[in-house]
């Protein structure tokens, strides 16, 4: 018996960015939005301990050791449970690597609700984003799915209303970008200068609760495009090749480089991808619409 879940990747519609907090890391009002761009992760029993295998375009980036993210979900899961962790972990891998869209997370928060399924542990749903929430910050996000604001480090979640669906098109980079790297550059970008407190916009939430892309395309924002930019200056190219292509926004996907585009509807979508496919400032151009589940058996 094995047990398949499929979880989405993110993008970020808001990214405000407060100081660094003591512990290095920095308070967030994070607006994640869940988009159709999915990894799926195939838990299936195991007699001889954890192992990791991954298959995608991306396969060869991603860790096959105990850093993996669903290898240490699968950990800690079993350790609070008190058993082994004799799994393997099948990871089907289409979310963009070290791309600023959570592929990590997703893997993370995929694997623990594969594990639970499997090993039928009965953990509650608040056990379960309580671990997400050790893994990373990102990975409660990852279990949720739909649209929620993430405060603290973005792991205390609370879940928004979506009141339509949103076209967009994601332009992934030649490289990728190491999200405490672009953090660390934020910090050095603002050097000296005040740092306001990170609050949620008004105008992002109103824009998602009525499913209004025109509003939404004017209201995103993600202060860590500066930080991605300078450590990444060609992502400029991209995003301007998608604003001249009829992109309604046109932003850097959380930490980068993964550059994200909304569109108007899923034609205009799909003729933003064909341009940016042809522009030569990206290696892999998809589409993708959001809000869509978070982890799910499938
Ligand atoms: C950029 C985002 O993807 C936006 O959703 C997230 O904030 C990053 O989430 P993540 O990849 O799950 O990040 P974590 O694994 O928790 O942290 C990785 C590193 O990113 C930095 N980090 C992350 C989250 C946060 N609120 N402040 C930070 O400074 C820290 O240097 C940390 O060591
Ligand atoms: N399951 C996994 N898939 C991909 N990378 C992983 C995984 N587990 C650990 N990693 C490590 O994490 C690094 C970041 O990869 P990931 O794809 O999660 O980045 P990201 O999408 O930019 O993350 P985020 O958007 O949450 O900041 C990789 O370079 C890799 O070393």
Redesign the pocket.
Known sequence: MSVTVRVP??VNVQLAVGAARPDGFHDLANVFLAVSLY?EITATPAADGLR?T?EGP?AD???LDR??????AAEALAARYGREPDVHLH?A?D??????????????AG?LVACDALWGTGASRAELLEICAEL????PFSLVGGAALGTGRGEKLTELEVGGDFHWVFALASR????PA?FREFDRLGEGLDIPEPVAAQPVLDALAKGDTAALAVAVTNDLQPAALSLFPELSDTLAAGRAAGALAALV????P?TAFLATDARSASDIAGVLRASGTCRDVRTAVGAVAGASVV
């Open positions: 990747a993110k990894d990791v991954c991306d980036q991603v860790p850093t993996n993210l669903a290898a240490r990871i891998k979310i963009p690597v070290a791309g600023g869209m959570a592929g990590g997370s997703a893997d993370g694997a990373g910050s990102d990975v990728g970008l190491s999200t672009v996907s959380g930490s980068g993964t």
